[in-house]
């Protein structure tokens, strides 16, 4: 019997007003996925980057496709 399962629920962004990033730190090399607001700039985190596996599950979790743009 399974406890617990995978989440594969598509979540949505505002496709108007964000834009999908990864912040990357300049100090310590930490990358972060979210996405950034078009007018404000802020930014709002959704998961930690450890490897390229973790950014195709950002992009597919969200319905992502081509590049994203990284952030210093």
């Known amino acids: 019997m ?3 399962k995978k989440k594969t629920d598509k ?4 496709k108007e ?3 999908p990033v990864i912040k ?3 100090c310590n090399g ?3 996925a979210g996405f950034q607001d078009i ?3 802020s930014f709002m985190e959704v998961m930690l980057i450890r490897g390229n596996e973790d950014v195709e599950h ?3 979790q969200y319905g992502i496709t081509g590049e994203i743009r ?3």
């Open 2 to 4: 399974k406890f617990f």
């Open 11 to 14: 979540k949505t962004y505002d």
């Open 17 to 19: 007003n964000q834009k």
């Open 24 to 26: 990357c730190s300049i």
């Open 30 to 32: 930490e990358q972060v």
């Open 39 to 41: 007018r404000t700039g």
């Open 58 to 60: 950002f992009k597919e």
């Open 70 to 72: 990284n952030i210093y």
